[in-house]
């Protein structure tokens, strides 16, 4: 299991746990996954849902009900891979 160090609800940086770390460990450290979720440096640490939330990829984008980050439109699925234009709010083909 790993921990991340929060300060002012912000992940300032992850640790792998060894036993010597786990008895150590005070209250600025949370275990990860916590409720699925992942931490990693500059997460925000939501305490009230027990979840990390990673920072935002764009400024259109959505926090959803699964703390997932979600762009304005849904990706295609064609099979094609695709980059998010957010000058113009779209998907991209590579």
Do not use: H, R
């Not at 036993?19 to 939501?46: R, S």
């Not at 009230?48 to 295609?76: C, G, H, R, Y």
């Amino acid at each position: 299991m790993n921990f991340a160090k929060i300060e002012n609800n912000i992940v300032v940086n992850v640790e792998v746990a060894t036993q010597e770390f786990i008895d150590t460990l005070d209250g600025t450290y949370v275990g990860t996954p916590c409720n699925g979720t992942n931490a990693g440096k500059g997460f925000t640490y939501d305490e009230k849902n027990k979840v990390f939330i990673a920072p935002q990829p764009f400024e259109s984008w959505v926090l959803d009900s699964t703390f997932k980050w979600q762009a304005p439109t849904v990706m295609p699925n064609d099979g094609n891979k695709y980059y998010w234009d957010e000058e113009n709010l779209k998907w991209t083909k590579i």
